[in-house]
């Protein structure tokens, strides 16, 4: 740690408006490691722990602290005489690896306080601040193996940034216990980076990414006025009160391929669609018709005054999660952040009572597609500097989810790199992340090698995931892992 401490620059780092309406959640992936050797020096505490440090002055912004401004605005400020250090910390587990093996990898098999921290962060009980990182390593039952339990808030991380970080505290652990010299690697951090990255060029947004941005909300004026640590107190608090349930489901390749090809024949010759586009477009249709069932179920007083008060649209609105390293020119730039942005695909609720079709999926799938080819630089900027400009505070980014009767994310965190996270003993097991990721979130996560099924991650309310559970169209082609 004291290299760590003697290499920081105090520093301010600026954030995008948008991530301020990230921060109030946190990405929490787990990774499995097998003794497989039965190593007694498996990935030694010793190294680990120097690692981590090493490997934190690279990316000094993950011992910031948030500060707030009163325009909505984000920094992260990196303090050298008062650090938001990350919480680091080891335990021993009496399970053996082979249970949470034969359990599938199932997180709930682990110990109770594997994460200190829950999806949505609050202030640390000793600092009074929120943690940007939390690490906690649990080691197995007769050293039969390792899991590493991350967590890393989205204020200042996307899915890509976890793993580039942990990839590089891998690197940098090999390096120690081998005594050779890690390779040179440089990390960037902040709006000003990406901002550089923007064309000169425009081109105008689309209809209904104008239409979701300029949605006002006094609700969200009034939960992004309050300073980070009430915010994410009231938001725990309004989470007790609907519980969200998460499962991880698998879904083999040869159905999914089958299921692909169904779809693009219900398009014009020569339509493309990606994997993303027709999993997104799945969901769509299923968390519509879960939500429109547990709603038909409810004709109480007060589902019936929600009703009317959410009657703002009568529509319900998926935002697509995509990463702009790629279509910026940065994708070798091992920037970290969050160099994405949201594509915003919006129907009405009243079709969620029809019977789901292979040509209502295909119908969504086109718009996801037609959204995510729209992402051209000159659009990018356009949409960025809209977004940062004085004219649009952050409680207008909050508002474009709340005037709609549901909401759903999808986000797909399939990474070349994810499972080459090798602290000198192999590469992990199984890579997964918390089943509770959210409300109305829908996780694309890849098998572990050689498979090429797809995993994926479903959060929603209690009762809506029960009917999902019993969605012909869904389980015909997804199996429960957990």
């Not at 209904?208 to 994410?232: C, E, H, Q, Y």
């Amino acid at each position: 740690m004291d290299h760590f401490i003697t290499s920081v620059v105090s520093t301010t780092y600026r954030c995008r408006k948008v991530e301020l309406s990230y921060s109030t959640m946190n990405i929490r992936p787990i990774y499995f490691y097998a003794n497989s050797t039965a190593a007694k020096d498996f990935m030694p505490s010793d190294k680990l722990q120097e690692a981590f440090y090493r490997t934190l002055a690279q990316f000094p912004w993950f011992a910031g602290y948030y500060k707030q401004s009163r325009k909505g605005g984000l920094n992260v400020v990196v303090d050298r005489n008062s650090l938001n250090l990350p919480e680091y910390r080891e335990s021993q587990s009496d399970k053996h690896f082979r249970e949470i093996q034969s359990a599938k990898f199932n997180p709930t098999t682990l110990p109770g306080d594997i994460f200190s921290v829950g999806h949505i962060p609050c202030p640390d009980k000793e600092t009074r601040k929120i943690k940007l990182v939390s690490i906690h390593i649990v080691r197995l039952k007769d050293n039969s193996g390792i899991v590493i339990a991350a967590s890393f808030n989205h204020g200042v991380a996307d899915g890509t940034s976890a793993v580039l970080f942990l990839n590089r505290w891998a690197e940098e652990t090999r390096a120690l216990v081998s005594g050779e010299k890690v390779a040179d690697a440089s990390f960037c951090f902040g709006v000003d980076t990406l901002m550089e990255h923007l064309p000169t060029e425009r081109s105008p947004l689309g209809e209904t990414a104008r239409a979701v941005l300029s949605k006002k909300s006094r609700l969200g004026d009034f939960i992004m006025w309050l300073s980070p640590n009430k915010r994410g107190k009231l938001l725990n608090h309004l989470a007790r009160k609907a519980p969200t349930r998460g499962h991880l489901f698998r879904i083999p390749r040869a159905k999914l391929d089958e299921f692909h090809n169904k779809v693009l024949e219900c398009l014009p010759p020569e339509s493309r669609l990606s994997t993303n586009d027709v999993l997104s477009a799945a969901f769509n249709k299923v968390h519509e018709q879960a939500a429109a069932d547990v709603a038909k179920g409810n004709r109480g007083w007060i589902a019936k005054l929600t009703g009317r008060a959410n009657a703002i649209s009568g529509e319900h609105c998926m935002v697509v999660a995509c990463d702009l390293r790629g279509r910026l020119g940065m994708a070798e730039l091992n920037f970290i952040g969050n160099p994405i942005s949201g594509e915003y695909v919006v129907t009405p609720m009243d079709q969620a009572h029809s019977p789901i079709t292979m040509e209502s999926i295909a119908a969504v799938a086109a718009q996801v597609r037609s959204l995510v080819s729209s992402l051209t630089p000159p659009y990018i900027g356009q949409l960025i500097e809209m977004t940062e400009s004085d004219d649009v505070y952050t409680a207008d980014i909050i508002a474009a989810s709340m005037g709609y009767k549901l909401v759903s994310v999808t986000t797909n965190m399939v990474s070349r790199n994810m499972y080459r996270t090798d602290f000198g003993n192999g590469v992990q097991t199984m890579v997964t992340i918390h089943p509770d990721f959210g409300p109305g979130t829908f996780v694309i996560l890849q098998s572990p090698p050689p498979s090429t099924d797809v995993l994926v991650n479903i959060s929603v309310q209690s009762p809506v995931m029960e009917r999902i559970l019993k969605n012909g169209f869904w389980m015909d082609m997804a199996e429960v892992i957990y």
